[in-house]
């Protein structure tokens, strides 16, 4: 199962997005930001994946109660 976890750039403080799998506990993250092109140190990019390490279980967990709440009646 794989969630969309989001992370600011260092430098310029853009949102970012990285498919987050679950199960392997693996997100292929960008070299560099999406909107300055800012290439990341191994250090960033390490910190990015501990980030997004620990809010993938919850980003899952909302959209799992988002799907629920939209196609299901409670």
Wanted: glycine share 2%.
């Amino acid at each position: 199962m794989t969630t969309t976890c989001y992370f600011e750039c260092p430098k310029c403080h853009a949102e970012n997005s990285v498919e987050y799998d679950l199960g392997e506990h693996f997100a292929d993250i960008p070299e560099s930001c999406d909107e300055c092109n800012y290439e990341f140190s191994k250090v960033e990019i390490e910190k990015i994946y501990e980030q997004i390490s620990e809010d993938a279980p919850g980003n899952a967990a909302d959209m799992a109660d988002i799907y629920n709440d939209k196609y299901y009646d409670r």
